[in-house]
């Protein structure tokens, strides 16, 4: 089904940011195991995993639409230095992801194209946890300190 071209490029740009979010959580989370941070290794981790999907989502979608994915472009990676500074970098990230599914969906719905919205929909909530998490591990850091903080990440995640 030819999709609406604006449509596809909002795609393309989404697609991008999501390769881009995966390659910078990959390295954020393996940075986490090297120190043995292992629950904070692992909740990075799935969020690396939870963009690659949407990645695949945007991916299938372009292609139903007739467009072309174009995988090969990446933003700037910005790798924290320390815990605070990843988890900061991914919170900004995650805002301006939130801002950008909004303005996609907007653009997706004045082009009368309800089940890309639809799409873009499922995965803005997707990113709203995402920004969810990086709260409340500022919030965490900031009323038990980092020292503690850091404590609690060295035990494994059971199950
Ligand atoms: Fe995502
Ligand atoms: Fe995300």
């Not at 591990?137 to 404590?151: E, K, T």
Request: aromatic fraction near 6%.
């Amino acid at each position: 089904m030819k999709g609406n071209r604006k449509v596809i490029t909002a795609l393309n740009q989404l697609l991008a940011d999501e390769l881009t979010a995966t390659h910078q959580y990959m390295v954020h989370s393996e940075m986490c195991d090297s120190w043995g941070y292992d629950r904070l290794h692992k909740a990075i981790e799935k969020q690396a995993v939870d963009e690659m999907h949407h990645a695949e989502w945007l991916i299938q979608r372009i292609l139903f639409l007739e467009g072309q994915p174009i995988v090969s472009k990446l933003n700037p990676i910005r790798i924290g230095k320390d815990v605070p500074q990843i988890i900061g970098t991914d919170e900004a990230d995650e805002l301006a992801a939130v801002q950008a599914y909004n303005a996609a969906i907007k653009l997706a719905r004045a082009a009368d194209d309800q089940a890309t919205a639809d799409l873009l929909t499922r995965i803005l909530a997707m990113e709203e946890g995402h920004v969810d998490w990086a709260e409340a591990q500022r919030d965490q850091i900031g009323q038990m300190g980092l020292q503690n903080y850091l404590a609690n990440q060295t035990a494994a995640v059971s199950g």
